[in-house]
């Protein structure tokens, strides 16, 4: 699973829980579950006095849930700082006789990175490679100066940096995701 969706969805998850949680404690304590229960002392209840008469297993079935949430945080830090989906070295198609290219993938963004900053009306720009070292993608996200000409500047990037991109690589069809960003600087 990607770390991105897994971390999404495991934050939605607990944010539900604990929006449930405090509802239901909003509840008790306007009398939402009778006069009776809002009256109540946290510890003077069916659970804590059950609890108490079989306190043997059932704090044995707590601490084996705490290890299976203990391991399931831990699968998710794991899946946050190991799983990426970066390319690996990616092998430029040539001649065999020559031997084999490799290039790295920051030395390809920092290329297009470097070469799009120099363009009129472009902020900043920020590049990664994605996918697999056999099948990659590139990923640009440029912000743009707010008198930037963004017709224009887009129709140099393709012709310049992204054509440039696909020419190293040799691969006409690379596909390249463009985030055209509005900053708040002008000129």
Not at 129 to 135: L, T
Not at 159 to 177: C, V, Y
Request: charged share 15%; net charge neutral; aromatic share 6%.
């Amino acid at each position: 699973m990607h770390a991105d969706r897994a971390n999404r969805f495991m934050l939605v998850l607990f944010g539900l829980l604990v929006l449930l949680a405090g509802a239901a404690a909003l509840t008790a304590s306007v009398g939402g579950f009778g006069a009776a229960f809002a009256e109540r002392t946290l510890f003077a209840n069916r659970v804590s006095v059950y609890i108490g008469q079989h306190g043997t297993w059932v704090w044995a079935a707590a601490a084996f849930v705490c290890v299976l949430i203990a391991l399931a945080a831990l699968r998710w830090i794991v899946a946050l700082l190991v799983s990426t989906d970066r390319a690996g070295d990616i092998t430029v198609p040539g001649s065999k006789d020559h031997g084999v290219t490799t290039l790295l993938p920051a030395a390809l963004t920092d290329a297009l990175t470097r070469e799009i900053s120099t363009y009129h009306g472009v902020d900043s720009a920020n590049g990664r490679i994605i996918g697999s070292a056999s099948n990659p993608q590139v990923v640009l996200e440029v912000t743009t100066m707010q008198t930037a000409d963004l017709p224009g500047l887009r129709r140099r990037l393709e012709t310049e940096a992204l054509s440039h991109a696909r020419q190293a690589l040799d691969q006409p069809g690379l596909p390249i995701k463009l985030d055209l960003d509005v900053g708040r600087r002008s000129a």
